[in-house]
């Protein structure tokens, strides 16, 4: 004989399943049995053979397969656990329950049901019944609540303790009250819809899920079981068992809300939201609005200022469309930095009048966040909702098109910000360094071109220190703070964020390579425009970080950069002119 260690996981699964006093059984899509245990086998006297691949109307009389089968579409179709209580082939009663058989994937893959026969429980139940008078110390000290109710009134006759302070109702309350009156609405109807197939004895008992409201307004889910009850006081009752389910349910709630909605904004993920338009658009909830919203320069921030910075930046702009808006269901994050708004029985009037407070609620917003948005509109079932989506589309793009570049010119003026409120030594003399690289573009006859590039290197130059400590939040600030960052790491820093944005890819590269004037590296590793930023910023730095004259200032520079053979002779064109600018400033 093989022992407990010997036997694999499916053996002893099998061997679990066949020892069950009640039917076990797995269908598949098409009500196909696929797996059955012995009790199924030896109660109706079947074979494996005569029962694996067949279905119920193969097997049972039509009367009871056709209501087996029935079920079995209702789990599938709709994906929920059914539970209800039948008379057998031979009379007994059973209590069904089904649930949907998915696979790894979380797919459907058919049914998995039991159907222990309960004959007997409901037998000795009616027996608990007549003895109940008897046993007043145990009705009153059950964990669960208990009550018994007049069928006909729905109003209370007896309960204990556990119950009361379960329903949170006093006992003049349930003693007057009917149970609809502190039911939660949602599950009235399903609680009558039981109680008549109770009261005409179409089923002996029930079970169900349900709210009650409480007398301070509070809620309580519970799980309900009633069965008929007769004794010689309490005719025509039936009896109701209740146990508090409300931390399950709040812990499912979650998990449900977990899987619809982006853990970020709290807003609904692509799948929820794009659930929500297709329903509008199956209700016809004309005329349909599509606002779509994405947030400019994005990757700039997570580059910049880390990605703390750009989660602020989205969680800022889910809060503003959340108070913009009356349909809270109708936002979604399609995207990483894209939101959609689908607004039903909304006309483009009302449309545009929300794109424009979601516009002037940013403004209000401090940080750094711009976006670009676009909408439109469906009127009729003659145009697709898909149709709508890519015309919303379209017209963001085109909003970014048109204000892209501004946008973005904001944003990294914004970053620049930041860094000369941390390092404000270095914004005095950024001012003279901008009319310098003036002087100095005139001077050397730079085109046009590289007249803006020098200006926009000086702008940009320190851009990469908003990496370093006390420009970021979250968690990269850490990792700033507690490493030494050099002037080489600040410019690399700065080439990665400015090498992204169109049109700056030439400031780009004069940033990273402007520390290299110091350093004595081949003349032609690197441009001339990065030499000439070198060499100014380093000046200014001489002459007002250490408040040297002008003279000693030069004189100092020339030590340090002037000596490189490479530099020499960019440096004595240089001298002069800074001499004659900065000479009134000294």
């Given at each position: 004989?093989?022992?407990?260690?010997?036997?694999?996981?499916?053996?002893?699964?099998?061997?679990?399943?066949?020892?069950?006093?009640?039917?076990?059984?797995?269908?598949?899509?098409?009500?196909?049995?696929?797996?059955?245990?012995?009790?199924?086998?030896?109660?109706?006297?079947?074979?494996?053979?005569?029962?694996?691949?067949?279905?119920?109307?193969?097997?049972?009389?039509?009367?009871?397969?056709?209501?087996?089968?029935?079920?079995?579409?209702?789990?599938?179709?709709?994906?929920?656990?059914?539970?209800?209580?039948?008379?057998?082939?031979?009379?007994?009663?059973?209590y069904i329950q089904k649930k949907p058989f998915k696979n790894s994937e979380g797919e459907i893959m058919g049914v998995l049901g039991y159907t222990p026969d309960i004959s007997?429980?409901?037998?000795?139940?009616?027996?608990?019944?007549?003895?109940?008078?008897?046993?007043?110390?145990?009705?009153?000290?059950?964990?669960?609540?208990?009550?018994?109710?007049?069928?006909?009134?729905?109003?209370?006759?007896?309960?204990?303790?556990?119950?009361?302070?379960?329903?949170?109702?006093?006992?003049?309350?349930?003693?007057?009250?009917?149970?609809?009156?502190?039911?939660?609405?949602?599950?009235?109807?399903?609680?009558?819809?039981?109680?008549?197939?109770?009261?005409?004895?179409?089923?002996?008992?029930?079970?169900?899920?349900?709210?009650?409201?409480?007398?301070?307004?509070?809620?309580?889910?519970?799980?309900?079981?009633?069965?008929?009850?007769?004794?010689?006081?309490?005719?025509?009752?039936?009896?109701?068992?209740?146990?508090?389910?409300?931390?399950?349910?709040?812990?499912?709630?979650?998990?449900?809300?977990?899987?619809?909605?982006?853990?970020?904004?709290?807003?609904?993920?692509?799948?929820?939201?794009?659930?929500?338009?297709?329903?509008?658009?199956?209700?016809?909830?004309?005329?349909?609005?599509?606002?779509?919203?994405?947030?400019?320069?994005?990757?700039?921030?997570?580059?910049?200022?880390?990605?703390?910075?750009?989660?602020?930046?989205?969680?800022?702009?889910?809060?503003?469309?959340?108070?913009?808006?009356?349909?809270?269901?109708?936002?979604?994050?399609?995207?990483?930095?894209?939101?959609?708004?689908?607004?039903?029985?909304?006309?483009?009037?009302?449309?545009?009048?929300?794109?424009?407070?979601?516009?002037?609620?940013?403004?209000?917003?401090?940080?750094?966040?711009?976006?670009?948005?676009?909408?439109?509109?469906?009127?009729?079932?003659?145009?697709?909702?898909?149709?709508?989506?890519?015309?919303?589309?379209?017209?963001?793009?085109?909003?970014?098109?048109?204000?892209?570049?501004?946008?973005?010119?904001?944003?990294?003026?914004?970053?620049?910000?930041?860094?000369?409120?941390?390092?404000?030594?270095?914004?005095?003399?950024?001012?003279?360094?901008?009319?310098?690289?003036?002087?100095?573009?005139?001077?050397?006859?730079?085109?046009?071109?590289?007249?803006?590039?020098?200006?926009?290197?000086?702008?940009?130059?320190?851009?990469?220190?908003?990496?370093?400590?006390?420009?970021?939040?979250?968690?990269?600030?850490?990792?700033?703070?507690?490493?030494?960052?050099?002037?080489?790491?600040?410019?690399?820093?700065?080439?990665?964020?400015?090498?992204?944005?169109?049109?700056?890819?030439?400031?780009?590269?004069?940033?990273?390579?402007?520390?290299?004037?110091?350093?004595?590296?081949?003349?032609?590793?690197?441009?001339?425009?990065?030499?000439?930023?070198?060499?100014?910023?380093?000046?200014?730095?001489?002459?007002?970080?250490?408040?040297?004259?002008?003279?000693?200032?030069?004189?100092?520079?020339?030590?340090?950069?002037?000596?490189?053979?490479?530099?020499?002779?960019?440096?004595?064109?240089?001298?002069?002119?800074?001499?004659?600018?900065?000479?009134?400033?000294?």
């Open positions: 004989m093989k022992t407990m260690d010997e036997m694999d996981e499916r053996t002893i699964l099998e061997k679990i399943l066949d020892s069950l006093p009640f039917e076990v059984f797995v269908k598949d899509r098409e009500s196909r049995y696929v797996y059955v245990n012995r009790f199924i086998l030896e109660n109706d006297g079947l074979s494996e053979e005569e029962i694996i691949g067949k279905r119920d109307v193969d097997i049972y009389p039509v009367e009871f397969s056709q209501m087996f089968e029935a079920t079995d579409r209702e789990v599938i179709e709709r994906g929920k656990t059914l539970k209800f209580s039948e008379r057998n082939i031979d009379g007994s009663i059973l007997e429980e409901f037998k000795e139940n009616l027996d608990l019944k007549r003895e109940i008078s008897k046993y007043k110390g145990i009705f009153e000290k059950a964990t669960i609540g208990i009550a018994i109710y007049d069928t006909p009134t729905f109003t209370a006759k007896s309960f204990n303790n556990a119950f009361t302070e379960m329903l949170g109702r006093s006992a003049e309350e349930l003693l007057t009250l009917p149970w609809e009156a502190y039911s939660h609405p949602d599950e009235v109807q399903e609680n009558h819809d039981y109680m008549d197939k109770l009261i005409k004895g179409t089923i002996t008992g029930f079970q169900m899920e349900k709210r009650y409201i409480r007398s301070d307004n509070s809620i309580i889910w519970v799980h309900m079981t009633i069965t008929k009850y007769e004794d010689e006081e309490n005719k025509n009752s039936h009896l109701v068992m209740v146990s508090d389910i409300t931390e399950r349910k709040k812990a499912e709630e979650e998990v449900l809300f977990m899987a619809s909605h982006d853990r970020l904004t709290g807003v609904h993920n692509r799948m929820a939201f794009e659930n929500y338009l297709f329903t509008l658009d199956k209700d016809k909830k004309y005329p349909i609005s599509i606002i779509i919203i994405d947030v400019n320069g994005l990757k700039l921030i997570n580059d910049a200022m880390g990605h703390a910075e750009g989660d602020n930046s989205l969680k800022k702009l889910s809060a503003v469309i959340k108070r913009v808006t009356d349909y809270k269901e109708g936002i979604g994050r399609v995207g990483g930095d894209e939101f959609m708004i689908a607004l039903p029985e909304t006309d483009s009037l009302k449309t545009m009048e929300i794109m424009e407070r979601i516009k002037k609620e940013l403004e209000k917003e401090e940080g750094l966040i711009s976006v670009a948005m676009g909408y439109a509109t469906k009127t009729d079932d003659k145009q697709s909702i898909t149709d709508i989506i890519q015309i919303a589309d379209s017209e963001m793009y085109q909003d970014k098109r048109l204000n892209g570049w501004e946008n973005i010119i904001e944003l990294i003026d914004k970053i620049i910000k930041r860094v000369e409120d941390v390092y404000p030594s270095e914004a005095k003399y950024k001012k003279i360094m901008t009319e310098l690289a003036e002087k100095i573009s005139d001077a050397l006859g730079y085109s046009e071109k590289t007249r803006e590039d020098l200006l926009s290197a000086v702008k940009y130059w320190d851009i990469g220190k908003v990496r370093a400590a006390g420009c970021l939040t979250g968690e990269d600030s850490y990792y700033y703070s507690n490493n030494l960052i050099s002037e080489t790491d600040y410019h690399e820093s700065g080439y990665y964020i400015l090498r992204h944005i169109p049109g700056f890819e030439d400031t780009a590269c004069i940033v990273r390579n402007q520390d290299k004037v110091l350093t004595g590296q081949e003349p032609l590793s690197y441009p001339e425009l990065s030499k000439v930023l070198g060499i100014i910023k380093r000046f200014a730095e001489i002459m007002y970080l250490e408040e040297l004259p002008v003279e000693q200032a030069l004189n100092t520079l020339e030590k340090n950069v002037g000596g490189n053979s490479y530099n020499k002779e960019l440096f004595i064109k240089l001298k002069d002119i800074m001499k004659n600018v900065y000479g009134k400033h000294n």
